[in-house]
């Protein structure tokens, strides 16, 4: 079936440093890709996605790029804040359904 | 524009007893979707809905789970005669259509069995 596997947390980093955070997908149809992030006590918010291969999503100074040949969509970010600590999660469409990995907790000290 | 409402935001049910949850769609959208995320667990799909009408329920329990999005009003997921492996966090959300466009979610119903 649809799965996504995401690097298992918590994640500490300090303020500034870079982040990444490792989703792979299965292959299975041509399916969209997202980050959503959920802050404490929320609901998912949409982070970023991605529809096609090599589609590269953005906002925020969060980046994942599409990456069918390794079915993979890491999420980056270059200079993180406490802002940031939250819950990420990967997720995979198959038509309406979404599929989502088990979520990173990262956490950002100043 | 109000965003995906649900109700309650926590329910403390005991063993036995039914839950209900509520979600009111963004305006305008007419596809409403339910998930549960289990502890350390990533959401999974329960039940997509459009007004009326339930077009795969193919995540949900086949007993005691249940979802109607009735012409007038919220959907609703009712779980009756509740067991404490039903406590989890019920995230529903919305869309304008069903194909690959974004699901908005809301801030999650947190239900516990005692």
């Not at chain 1, 596997?5 to 792979?24: D, K």
Request: glycine share 8%.
């Amino acid at each position: 079936g649809d799965s996504v596997t995401q690097m298992e947390g918590p994640v500490t980093l300090s303020e500034e440093a870079f982040l990444t955070i490792n989703c792979t997908y299965t292959a299975t149809g041509y399916p969209s890709l997202f980050w959503y992030v959920q802050y404490p006590g929320e609901g998912l918010q949409l982070l970023l996605k991605a529809t096609k291969a090599d589609d590269k999503g953005s906002n925020k100074g969060f980046e994942a790029t599409y990456r069918k040949e390794t079915t993979s969509f890491h999420l980056e970010k270059g200079s993180v804040q406490v802002s940031d600590s939250a819950v990420y999660f990967c997720a995979r469409s198959n038509d309406y359904k979404l599929s989502f990995g088990a979520g990173t907790t990262v956490t950002v000290r100043a | 524009n109000a965003g995906v409402m649900q109700n309650p935001r926590h329910l403390v049910r005991r063993r036995g007893q039914e839950a209900r949850l509520r979600c009111s769609p963004m305006k305008g959208h007419s596809h409403v979707y339910w998930y549960r995320q289990l502890p350390e667990e990533g959401l999974k799909f329960m039940v997509y809905l459009q007004k009326e009408n339930i077009i795969d329920e193919s995540g949900m329990p086949k007993e005691r789970f249940s979802a109607e999005f009735p012409k007038e009003g919220p959907s609703i997921l009712r779980i009756q005669q509740v067991v404490r492996g039903d406590s989890a966090a019920y995230f529903c959300a919305s869309s304008t259509s069903g194909t690959e466009v974004e699901q908005y979610f809301g801030p999650g119903t947190r239900l516990t069995v005692t």
